[in-house]
């Protein structure tokens, strides 16, 4: 076993911790006044908020995955890591994205609603005023996810290049060809 192999399963765990810590960080200190200032405010109330919010989904990964796509270390290093700290800016938005999901979920148990889940913004509190944001969130997913595919996907079409055209007639066997004629004539 290499001394870099050792050395990578030994930052597995503090890498996970650390891509961690901004979800709790932002449920602690953000997440109650993100829910509890912004969603009311924001035009169409909450459930255009969680309508929004579930659409940036599906951008935010294209944003993320697309410069990793992008990547080949094989050919290139330096380029390969240009293309992995382009992708930093859609790992910090899907941060953002997903700890304003989270920070809806309320505890499993009913005992553990206290009053800081019922407070303005906390989990109860936006599930009681928003019963649905979980439905509309995910609809917005879905719907933007449907129509990034399918502009993807037209985007490919246009871009692959075209079968060559037929109206031209086709050209005479060869002197190799299975008839041996090539482009002599039989007698007739």
Do not use: Q
Not at 25 to 50: C, I, K, N, S, T
Not at 51 to 67: H, M, N, Q, S
Request: with cysteine.
């Amino acid at each position: 076993m290499r001394i870099g192999d050792r050395l990578f399963g030994c930052m597995v765990l503090p890498g996970f911790v650390v891509l961690l810590v901004p979800l709790v960080l932002y449920d602690m200190y953000w997440a109650h006044d993100f829910w509890g200032e912004v969603a009311p405010a924001w035009p169409g109330g909450g459930y255009a908020l969680a309508a929004a919010v579930g659409a940036l989904v599906p951008l935010v990964f294209l944003v993320w995955v697309f410069p990793l796509t992008r990547m080949n270390w094989k050919k290139s290093k330096p380029r390969s890591l240009a293309w992995a700290v382009a992708s930093l800016p859609g790992l910090a938005a899907g941060y953002l994205v997903s700890g304003v999901i989270s920070s809806t979920w309320r505890p499993k148990r009913r005992r553990d609603w206290d009053s800081e889940c019922y407070s303005e913004g906390g989990p109860c509190w936006v599930h009681v005023h928003y019963p649905w944001l979980w439905a509309v969130g995910l609809v917005a997913t879905l719907a933007a996810a449907a129509l990034l595919i399918t502009l993807l996907v037209g985007l490919s079409r246009r871009a692959a290049p075209t079968a060559p055209s037929t109206s031209e007639p086709g050209a005479g066997p060869t002197p190799r060809s299975p008839s041996g004629t090539g482009d002599r004539h039989p007698p007739a």
